[in-house]
């Protein structure tokens, strides 16, 4: 690489810096010891979808010249196909569930691979409502998974403001009272409304690539959600 094309890639990058764009680097000009790797996985219980986003400490980078993504599900390799997202380059895989763990590999034409990052996945849930009558509070019950991830509780509805609750253990079970819901600003409909409750257990990592090579790291987030509706007359 001369000098004057590293000062000119230098300055570009300072200037789309300035302007709040997000210089792309291809992969061949990336050391994998630098690598930033994102992953972000959800299964809302029709479908699941797996997104990775590659980044270096100057900007996003584009997989090129052979280097490409896997990740291995339910003992199944897949590759990830590039897309985009906000303009960057986004990786992707489109799956029926996400049964538990998977892995991710990064193979490099050129560089040092990376592979088996363990991605962890709570198992799935299923999720029951009762009560929300005149009478009843509204009664939550799930799989628990007392060892799994953050666990957060949204409820949404045209005649209740917007309700959201984080538990610090997964009980597998959440009461709320009809005291505890109440009405928008401007006051219920006349109607009765539909009320969509949501749960969700999100696992979080931050890891080293390589743990004799600090600088690069791998960020995960996996999601299980699962989202119900019930019909309500305040």
Not at 11 to 21: E, Q, R, W
Not at 44 to 70: C, H, K, M, N, Y
Not at 145 to 157: A, C, L, M, T
Not at 208 to 228: D, H, K, M, W, Y
Request: hydrophobic letters at 40%; charged letters at 20%.
């Amino acid at each position: 690489m001369s000098r004057a094309w590293a000062n000119g890639f230098f300055l570009v990058a300072l200037l789309l810096a300035g302007c709040g764009l997000d210089p792309v680097r291809v992969s061949d000009r990336v050391s994998t010891r630098d690598m930033l790797v994102g992953v972000t996985a959800l299964d809302d219980g029709a479908a699941a979808a797996i997104d990775v986003r590659v980044g270096s400490p100057i900007g996003t980078v584009e997989l090129t010249g052979g280097d490409a993504l896997f990740v291995t599900v339910d003992g199944t390799r897949r590759p990830m196909t590039e897309g985009q997202s906000n303009g960057a380059p986004i990786y992707s895989v489109n799956l029926d569930a996400l049964p538990g763990d998977f892995l991710l590999d990064l193979e490099r034409q050129n560089d040092r691979d990376v592979h088996g990052v363990v991605v962890e996945v709570s198992p799935p849930f299923t999720l029951a409502v009762e009560g929300l009558t005149q009478d009843l509070p509204l009664s939550l019950s799930w799989d628990a998974d007392p060892e799994g991830g953050k666990v957060s509780i949204s409820v949404q509805g045209d005649c209740i403001d917007a309700l959201t609750r984080s538990l610090d253990e997964d009980t597998g079970a959440l009461v709320i009272t009809q005291a505890e819901l109440r009405p928008p600003p401007a006051g219920p409909p006349l109607a009765p409304c539909e009320v969509q409750i949501t749960v969700s257990r999100t696992n979080t990592t931050r890891d080293a690539l390589f743990s004799t090579n600090p600088g690069g790291n791998v960020t995960t987030s996996a999601e299980q959600r699962r989202t119900i509706a019930v019909t309500w007359t305040p």
